[in-house]
Structure formats: C-alpha cells, structure tokens
T-cell receptor
Framework: EAGVAQSPRYKIIEKRQSVAFWCNPI?????LYWYQQILGQGPKLLIQ????????DSQLPKDRFSAERLKGVDSTLKIQPAKLEDSAVYLC??????????????FGSGTRLTVV | KQEVTQIPAALSVPEGENLVLNCSFT??????LQWFRQDPGKGLTSLLL?????REQTSGRLNASLDKSSGRSTLYIAASQPGDSATYLC???????????????FGRGTQLTVWP
C-alpha cells in the first residue's frame, strides 16, 4: 500500500512569513495526526483528526497555527506568521484507529522547516 | 502526567554486539507501546507494537518487551550491524478521558551508532 505522503520535503522561510504543509494519509485511514519534532526531541502532537473532525488540538498554538482536513482525507497545516522557534520537522501520520487504539501509526517522511 | 523517558540518550557499540535500549513510562494504564526507528532527515518507521495485554513482540533481530507494572519496556537488538545506526523512539499510547481514541506520547529517543 502507498504510504503517507507529505510535501514539501524542505522549506526555508523568513520569520513572520507564512507557510503551509500538505499531507495525504493512507487510503481508508480515518485518523490523521500532525506532529512537531524539534531537533533532539521526540515528536509532539499538534492536532489529531478523526475523519474531518478535530479530536485533540490542545497543543496547537492557535494564534499562529491552523489545520484542516477537508472531506476527511487530505490535510493542510499552516503557520502564519512563523517564528524562529517553529523551526522543526513536521510529521504527518495516519492510522485506522479502531477501538482502544489497537492499530499502529504510519508516518510520512516529514517536512523540515527552517525559519531564519 | 503521562511521560515517556528513554535511557541512554546515545549509545555507540561495535558491530556484532547485542544491545538493549530502555524506555520507561509514568502510568501503567497504557493501550499499547510502540518502538520506532528514525533515520537522519527521515520520518518514523514502526518497528514493533506491543498491546497492553502482551508481554513481548519479535521481528527478526528485534525483540521488545513490556512490563506494565514497573512501567518499563526494552528493545533488544541482536547481533547489531552498522545499518542499525539510527535514532530509536519509544512511544506509549494512553486513553483520552471520555473517549476510546488514544493519544501517543514519545520519548526523546536513543541515538544508536554501530561501528564496523
């Protein structure tokens, strides 16, 4: 099966600019996640979608970050305006997410964002 | 508070050695525990998933164990090879209050170097 697709692979922007990332999950996976991984740390959940509804966005900096998942398939994550501390790898993952979290996650290759 | 800790942060071993990576978690009420591999500049690859009712999982030279009562998991790598060099991340899934959907918490990872 095809994996989780993300684009772009790399992005360099100046602070205060805006940027958007795109994710296409594995076909049939109801749950989609966006994680932020700062260098030297483990990934941190930003937002979780179940189909096209938000399950958890408690750690999403909503003053500058936004995400949507139209039609319950593809998703975009946007940062506007970007700050230096947003430099990180942004990972998208998907899972079938049946009851009790029985299924594992599949991660995309990530987008490496550098804010200068 | 749910937290995942990994020790050591880095490990360097000669080829052929058997090695153990350690992971600890704060709350035994997990759904599952997962081990991932991350190569530099890449996304995460799922290695092993242990359900809360299981004690271990094996895949090739990898064996992961789970002891919920002590809040520990170990990843055992037999006969290490230079190609095993990567960062290994442990992640525990806990339930969300009032939901059957779990949330995955990551450790910071162990950076493994296997030299010829």
């Amino acid at each position: 099966e095809a994996g989780v697709a993300q684009s772009p692979r790399y992005k360099i922007i100046e602070k205060r600019q805006s940027v958007a990332f795109w994710c296409n999950p594995i076909s049939g996976h109801a749950t989609l996640y966006w994680y932020q991984q700062i260098l030297g740390q483990g990934p941190k959940l930003l937002i979780q979608f179940q189909n096209n509804g938000v399950v958890d966005d408690s750690q999403l900096p909503k003053d500058r970050f936004s995400a949507e998942r139209l039609k319950g398939v593809d998703s975009t994550l946007k940062i506007q305006p970007a700050k230096l501390e947003d430099s990180a790898v942004y990972l998208c993952a998907s899972s079938l997410e049946g009851a009790l979290g029985m299924e594992g996650y599949t991660f995309g290759s990530g987008t490496r964002l550098t804010v200068v | 508070k749910q937290e995942v800790t990994q020790i050591p942060a880095a490990l360097s071993v000669p080829e052929g050695e058997n090695l153990v990576l350690n992971c600890s978690f704060t709350d035994s009420a997990i759904y599952n525990l997962q081990w991932f591999r991350q190569d530099p500049g890449k996304g995460l690859t799922s290695l092993l998933l242990i359900q809360s009712s299981q004690r271990e999982q094996t895949s090739g030279r990898l064996n992961a164990s789970l002891d919920k009562s002590s809040g520990r998991s170990t990843l055992y790598i037999a006969a290490s090879q230079p190609g095993d060099s990567a960062t290994y991340l442990c992640a525990a899934m806990w339930p969300r209050r009032g939901s059957t959907l779990g949330r995955l918490y990551f450790g910071r990872g162990t950076q493994l170097t296997v030299w010829p």
